[in-house]
Each structure stands twice: as structure tokens, then as C-alpha cells.
């Protein structure tokens, strides 16, 4: 069982990308991270390093309030946007909570916002309206990494997967170039 605290809140996908390059510029504590990631303030700090910490990009929080970058969140802030793209699509298709939803979205056909809510709930002790909430989030991250999509009013896994989308536009541009 997950704590409340694994099951993210922090709906802006990029924003939580940008958590290990705002620590390696020198904003590490959460009121700092939050100003950094523009006008949000202390608490949306702390939701946001939370979600980069279930990412595994940065640690808990030090006895001075820092927020530590993980090994992996270092390199994570070096690569370019492209490569931060195919990393997190990674770590959404790895970690939980995002994991499990993808599972369910692939097993049931599709889910809407309740049938999400269902599956956070069976991974963390999550209050009804709490499950309801960070529903939204997961299904905004896996439609902002592309790995899913709604259609119907269902959100249902993404049918081929996006790195294999993106080689086919990267090979046909390289070919209309050689023209």
C-alpha cells in the first residue's frame, strides 16, 4: 500500500520536469522550487517535488528543508527536452501510481475519472473526493507524455507507443530532406 502522499497532485507533467532543473539552479527548498516554477508558492512547491520524488528525481526532504536530487534526477536535468520526453514516458510506464492506471486502462478497454479513482484507491488510502482529484492528474500526465488519450469519455492507452511515432516522423523528415 502506497501513502496518500505517492499518489500525485501536481497536475502539470513539465512542471514536475523542471523540479531537478530548478534544485540544480539553486532552488531547492519547496517555497523556492514553487516561485521558480512560476508564481506558485510554498504549498505548490511541496506537491510538485512530492510528484518529482515518486518519479524518483529528487529524495525527501533534508533537515534544512532542501529537497536533494536523486543520481538519476542530476543526469534527468542535463538531457534536453526530447530526451526528458522519452525519459518520463519511461517513468510513467515504471512507477506508481501510473503504472498501475495504464495497466487498467490497457486491461479494461478504457477508464473515466471514477474507474481511475477505483484503481488509486486500490494502491493507496485515498478518500473518496481525495481518489477523484489526483484521477485528473494521472490522466493529465499520461496525456501529456502521450501515452494515453480520451475518446468517448474514456481514457484508453495509447495505441502504439510514442517513441516508435516519433522515429517515423524523424525518418520521414530525414528522407523529405535528401530530396
Do not use: C
Not at 512547491?45 to 533534508?62: I, N, S, T
Not at 542535463?78 to 503504472?99: C, G, W
Not at 485528473?136 to 494515453?148: E, F, I, K
Amino acid at each position: 500500500m502506497l501513502a496518500t502522499s505517492d499518489i500525485p497532485q501536481a497536475d502539470v507533467l513539465w512542471h514536475v520536469a523542471r523540479v531537478p532543473e530548478a534544485i540544480v539552479r539553486g532552488h531547492a527548498t519547496h517555497e523556492a522550487i514553487g516561485a521558480y516554477l512560476g508564481a506558485k508558492g510554498q504549498r505548490q512547491g511541496l506537491y510538485y517535488a512530492q510528484a518529482a520524488r515518486v518519479l524518483g528525481l529528487v529524495g525527501e526532504p533534508e533537515a534544512d528543508g532542501t529537497v536533494p536530487l536523486t543520481p538519476y534526477g542530476r543526469a534527468f536535468a542535463q538531457y534536453d527536452r526530447s530526451a526528458q520526453s522519452t525519459a518520463l514516458r519511461r517513468l510513467l510506464r515504471e512507477q506508481e501510481p501510473t503504472r498501475s492506471v495504464l495497466r487498467a486502462l490497457r486491461e479494461r478497454g478504457g477508464l473515466d475519472y471514477e474507474g481511475i479513482a477505483g484503481v488509486l484507491q486500490q494502491l493507496a488510502p485515498l478518500a473518496t473526493s481525495t481518489a477523484r482529484r489526483r484521477a485528473h492528474t494521472a490522466a493529465a500526465w499520461l496525456v501529456s507524455a502521450g501515452l494515453a488519450a480520451w475518446r468517448d469519455g474514456k481514457l484508453v492507452a495509447a495505441s502504439a507507443p510514442p517513441e516508435s511515432m516519433g522515429w517515423a516522423i524523424v525518418r520521414r523528415r530525414a528522407g523529405n530532406a535528401a530530396r
